[in-house]
C-alpha cells in the first residue's frame, strides 16, 4: 500500500503542518504565523518549500499576505443563510462573534439617477447616505454603503450608529420593519479605498452585494456591501 503522505510534495506536508496549527487554535486568527526564515528554522526546510506552502495555505483561505507586516492566520468564514432577510449584527451574534461598526460617511446628498432608480424616487431629490465599516471580532470584514430616502428618514442623521445597529433601531424605535429584500451578488475588484480599510493587498478580488430592502412593497434603503471574497459563505436550501 502506497503511503500518500510520504509521496506527497514536501511543501505540501509543511502546509498541512501548519494547517492543523490554525485548525487546533495554536495559530488563532488575527495572528501572525512565523517568518520565511522562522519556518524554514523550525522545519529545516528550505524557502522555497517555505514560500510554496505558504502559498498553497493562502490558495486555501487559511492565511492572508499582507505586505510590508508579515502573513496572518485569516477568521473563519462567517456563514449566512439566504433562506430569510438577515441583519449583520444579528447574524455575529448567532455564531458568536463580537460586532461593530465605524461610520465612515454620513451626509445628506442629491440622488443620481442610478440611486434615485432604486430608491423609486425623482433624481435630484435629497438621500442619506451612510457609508460603515463593519468588524466581526475586531476585524475589517466588509465596506456597506446605504442610501435612504431624506423625507422619510431624516432621522437617521441623529442617530450613533457605532452603539446601535441601524436595521435593530428602525425596527425597535420606529416600527420600521423590514421584511423582505432582493439581492444580487457579483465578484468585484476591490478598489483602493476598499483594501486600505479591509487590509487586503491591491488587485484583491472581493464579493459585491447589491441590496434592496423593503417593508412590505416599500422602499426603505439601498445598500451596496463590499467584502473580502474570503470572508462569507453563503448557503440557501433548494427545493423541487
Partial sequence: MVDAYNKAPLYCKLAEKLEEKIDDGTYKPGDKIPSER?????????????????????????????????????????????????????????????????????EVIEANSKISKHLGIKEGEKVIYLERLRLAENVAIMVEKTWFPYEKYYFLMNIDFNTKGLYKTLENDYGIVINKATETFKATELNTNETKMLNCHKNQYGLLVKRTSYMNDEIVCFSTIVSKGDIFEFTIQLHN
Wanted: aromatic residues 6%; positive net charge; hydrophobic residues 35%.
Fill in 38 to 106: 522562522e519556518l524554514c528554522d523550525l522545519y529545516n526546510v528550505s524557502r522555497m518549500t517555505v514560500r510554496l506552502a505558504i502559498d498553497e495555505l493562502e490558495r486555501l483561505g487559511k492565511i492572508e499576505k499582507v505586505q510590508g507586516k508579515g502573513t496572518f492566520v485569516l477568521s473563519k468564514s462567517i456563514v449566512q443563510s439566504l433562506n430569510n432577510v438577515y441583519s449583520f449584527s444579528r447574524e455575529m451574534e448567532k455564531q458568536g462573534k463580537i460586532s461593530s461598526t465605524r461610520i465612515i460617511v454620513r
